[in-house]
């Protein structure tokens, strides 16, 4: 019921951009923190390799913004990641977005680095097991098919909720990977998870169908 409420909420309303911005936490220090200890307090598995992890996570695995903060960055002209620290509150709730934090193992998440999402060619299995390509030449980073909606939902939030641009042919191959990978229940609970700890929802996993009122420019 709570669900078809907040799908309804969003239908009457939600096809202009809230814009309502996360401001229960306050930077990412402590985001990474709450994450860890509330988010995947049982553990879980990283978002691009699905190595599976226990309350203990250990070595390995840290945290990856979906959304790299070199983008907000330069968004913000606020200098270097280090600097907005510093320099702009709105970096720091930026930075600290639970709906941008997932779960990396640490060299995946390196190798991805601010590349865009997108697809590789040749498919080359430059990480053993783990279905995850990157094109350094052409900076493009593409991840395992399960979780390609999640991704993109989490980046649609992102430039709605803190108007950071992702372009028109970005955008265009996420709105595909997202209508090919739709919510989960997993998906579900982090987002209801995510909104007690920060007051704020993703409303692309609420209703999906709000992907159509997008722009790609």
Known sequence: MKQLIRVLLWFFVGLTTLHAEQ??????TIARRILWS???KN???TLYCARAFG?????GINVEHILPMSWAAKKLRCGTRKQCRTRSAKFNRLEADLHNL???LTGINDARGSFRFGEVRGEPRQFGKCD??????RRVAEPRPAVRGEIARAMFYMQDEYRVKIYAKTAKKLAKWHWQDPPGR???LRNDTIENLQ???NKYIDNPALVKSIRFR
């Open 43 to 45: 553990g879980g598995e």
């Open 186 to 188: 997993s998906e579900q």
């Open 132 to 137: 995850f390509e990157v094109d350094f030449k």
């Open 23 to 28: 401001k229960g936490i306050p930077d990412y």
């Open 55 to 59: 309350a203990r996570k250990g070595r």
């Open 199 to 201: 007051g704020t929802r």
């Open 38 to 40: 509330k988010v995947y």
């Open 102 to 104: 997932y779960p990396a």
